[in-house]
């Protein structure tokens, strides 16, 4: 019932129920029970990190990414690249969105992949993994699961790319990428976290193509001397210049150094992206 403060209910056990006084033109009503809950708060897109204090665009204001150069002012001399960093379905959506500028049901449906795929593997290691994150404690994911889960995912987009290039079609898929973006996708850990299983699916074809046209491997590890399309167990130290809370039109088309380190218990060396 919106528009009502439930502040100013007045409930009172009843033998037909609970009673609830004061629902405005609703007047009086019975429940079987009384939930309080917190609504919808003010959004947070401020986030500090190593790297500086960044502040992302509102979740329904204008989509920049998917803009002409992913929103620059001006046109970039060698195009415009991006940098996506996490391992989410909110990086990995927008992934997708800086390498094709579409995502979900619709870029699924756009790839065109083959109609005959095995999706037992998948449907059976993200049950289990599933339940494994369910029963985990929090501070201690169920890693031994989430791995064979992504690995399904991998043997299903592996063999989406290799039937295109057996039936002659990965030069196909490549046009559906943008030309006037580089995506490059920045993973914390060895693989993506938990999300959607599209989002895990849809992110892993489309590396093979932005891979295959820029010619470098599909997943690297920090510290390679050729960066890949995923770069994994590592994270954002540091972006120069950082004069600013956030990058606006006047900062899109200058170009940015950002600096990444390997993820604790890992032995990689930092490299520098430009």
Known sequence: MHGIDASTLKCSDEVSGLRVDNLGHFGQMFFGAAISCIGFSGENTTVPSTAGVMIAPQFWGPDDLIAPFAGASSQPATGARVLVSGGGDGAQQDFLRAATGEFGVTLFKKLGLP????????????????????????????????????????????????????????????KLLRSDVTPRWL??????????????????????????????????ACGQTRLGVMIVGCKLSRVVPLRHTHCSDQCHSQGHTAYVRGTPGTRRRSVTLK
Not at 117 to 144: F, Y
Not at 195 to 217: D, F, K, T, W
């Open 115 to 174: 109609p005959v795929l095995n999706l037992s593997s998948i449907i059976l290691a993200d049950d289990a993994a599933r339940r494994a994150h369910a029963w985990s404690h929090p501070q201690s994911p169920p890693r031994k699961a989430q791995a064979t889960w992504h690995a399904a995912y991998e043997r299903i987009a592996d063999a989406v790319v290799k039937e295109w290039k057996q039936s002659g079609l990965l030069a196909q898929k490549i």
């Open 187 to 220: 993973v914390g850990g060895d693989q993506p976290g938990y999300c959607y299983g599209l989002n895990r699916l849809l992110s892993l074809i489309v590396a093979h193509p932005v891979a295959e046209r820029e010619g470098i491997p599909v997943s690297s």
